[in-house]
């Protein structure tokens, strides 16, 4: 009985490990960013959530955050630096404060002062 167990342990947590969503890094612009979506996928409401999105000035020259405007009130995002030096990570903080039962799936838009356009992030969750 107990290689059974050991077996259908190992086949779950294959499993589990392959269903993560795993994104490549993406290069917008002057920046390397590990991941361009926020998840808070299957929490529970009315509780304070923070999400982080990373993100590496590949250019020669500092990058300035401008401003981050978010699609709905329902999060904050807020960058930990103003300037990211060549090579050094950038981190913007997501915060959803207390949300109520149901989706949301909104847009954040980061606008450096080095770039043209700005660069969008997706806020995502389910809270129940």
Not at 1 to 30: E, F, H, N, R
């Amino acid at each position: 009985m107990k290689p059974l167990y050991t077996c259908l342990l190992m086949m779950l947590w294959s499993l589990a490990v392959t269903a993560q969503k795993k994104s490549d890094p993406k290069i917008i612009g002057k920046a390397k960013f590990l991941m361009t979506e926020v998840n808070f996928n299957n929490l529970p409401a009315n509780k304070p959530y923070v999400g982080l999105i990373m993100f590496i000035n590949v250019s020669k020259e500092p990058l300035t955050i401008l401003e981050i405007n978010n699609e709905c009130s329902c999060f904050t995002a807020s960058p930990r630096e103003k300037v990211i030096y060549p090579n050094e990570k950038g981190i913007i903080t997501y915060k959803v404060d207390n949300p109520p039962k149901g989706s949301i799936r909104k847009k954040s838009f980061i606008r450096f002062k080095e770039m043209k356009e700005p660069v969008g992030i997706v806020v995502r969750g389910r809270f129940i």
